[in-house]
């Protein structure tokens, strides 16, 4: 069965600071990914999404990056941290192809102080 | 791009009665229709989706209706249970296309 993981699970960083979450699914292969951010009380933003290696898509403009070095492995990344960065960091996996069911991992809580 | 409208925000019900949560959607090429219930501090749980070649989909005490001509698709609670509370979200996609999500209804239900 199909696994995905997060971490590190909860992250405190000062602003200005780098930051690395990293997102692993196993048992699928050629997946789609997806990195959301969510603040507290809020809905869903979708940040980045990948149909494969080196293939990322970038939906709002911010401090963020994302990268996919490998096929079930996606990085959400950050320089220089603001305090409007804080939120819920979900990653999700999709199978690729018409219309699969979404599956998110279990998330990184980030305040930025 | 497709936009999706969910309502209500807020939902509060006894326990035992039903609850709705309707969802519009504005492209007619969507096709696929998923429900997500999250509760607090944890990740989107997808609890029932339907596609366009259907109607109405029923798994125990939850339903998901739809309707292409109106697009429009809700969700059905029947016997409420206080575990029910969480925040649902909707979602509408089509093809290859990232899902769009609904901004998502708090159900809360009282004993």
């Known amino acids: 069965s199909q696994t995905i993981h997060q971490w590190p699970a909860t992250l405190v960083q000062p602003v200005g600071s780098p930051l690395s979450l990293e997102c692993t699914v196993e048992g699928t292969s050629n997946p789609n990914l997806y990195w959301y951010r969510q603040a507290a009380g809020r809905g869903l933003q979708l940040l980045f999404y990948?149909?494969?290696?080196?293939?990322i898509s970038s939906e709002v403009p911010q401090n963020l990056s994302a990268s996919r070095p490998q096929d079930r492995q996606f990085i959400l990344s950050s320089k220089k941290l603001l305090l409007s960065d804080s939120g819920f960091y979900l990653c999700?996996?999709?199978?690729?192809?018409?219309?699969?069911?979404?599956?998110f991992g279990p998330g990184t809580r980030l305040t930025v102080l | 791009g497709e936009n999706v409208e969910q309502h209500p925000s807020t939902l509060s019900v006894q326990e035992g009665d039903s609850a709705v949560i309707k969802c519009t959607y504005s492209?007619?090429?969507?096709?696929?229709f998923p429900w997500y219930k999250q509760e607090l501090g944890k990740r989107p749980q997808l609890i029932i989706d339907?596609?366009?070649?259907?109607g109405e989909k029923k798994d125990q005490r939850i339903a998901v209706t739809l309707n292409k001509t109106a697009k429009h698709f809700s969700l059905h609670i029947t016997e409420t249970q206080p575990e029910d509370s969480a925040v649902y979200f909707c979602a509408a996609s089509k093809g290859y296309s990232t899902l769009t999500f609904g901004k998502g209804t708090m159900l809360l239900v009282s004993p």
């Open positions: 492209d007619s090429a969507s096709n696929y």
């Open positions: 990948s149909v494969g290696i080196g293939q």
């Open positions: 339907i596609r366009s070649n259907v």
């Open positions: 999700a996996w999709r199978t690729s192809g018409n219309n699969n069911e979404q599956f």
